[in-house]
């Protein structure tokens, strides 16, 4: 059982940004894709971002793309999501995953571990 604990989420200025990273365990890494997901209140659990088992494949979601970089250190078990430019319509919860599935994954339903979220609020 792999286990996904996110950190970095806080409340932020419009423009400013945030660093989010995500630490990995009680699996081998290197064996997983890894995406950011998030949810607002009342909507449903969207995909941010994924970067794939080697790292050499990424994609954002629409609405981020240009702001947030993902990125992977094998190393340390870890996933980060950097998040510039913020805006008041990215808060939300977001998520870190885990999926077994090679390439992107983009469906939340093909990802096997999550973690438990951490609060991103950007303030107007």
């Known amino acids: 059982q792999a286990q996904l604990v996110e950190s970095g989420g806080g409340l932020v200025q419009a423009g400013g940004s945030l660093r989010l990273s995500c630490a990995f365990s009680?699996?081998?890494?290197?064996?997983?894709?890894m995406g950011w997901f998030r949810q607002a209140p009342g909507k449903e659990r969207e995909f941010v971002s994924g970067?794939?088992?080697?790292?050499?494949?990424?994609e954002y979601g629409d609405s981020v793309r240009g702001r947030f970089t993902i990125s992977r250190e094998d190393a340390a078990n870890m996933v980060y999501l950097q998040m510039n430019s913020l805006k008041p319509e990215d808060t939300a919860v977001y998520y870190c995953?885990?999926?077994?599935?090679?390439?992107?994954?983009?469906?939340?339903?093909?990802?096997?571990?999550w973690g438990q979220g951490t609060q991103v609020t950007v303030s107007s």
């Open positions: 009680g699996r081998t890494f290197g064996r997983f894709g």
């Open positions: 995953a885990a999926t077994t599935r090679s390439g992107i994954v983009i469906d939340k339903n093909e990802y096997n571990y």
């Open positions: 970067i794939s088992r080697s790292g050499q494949f990424i």
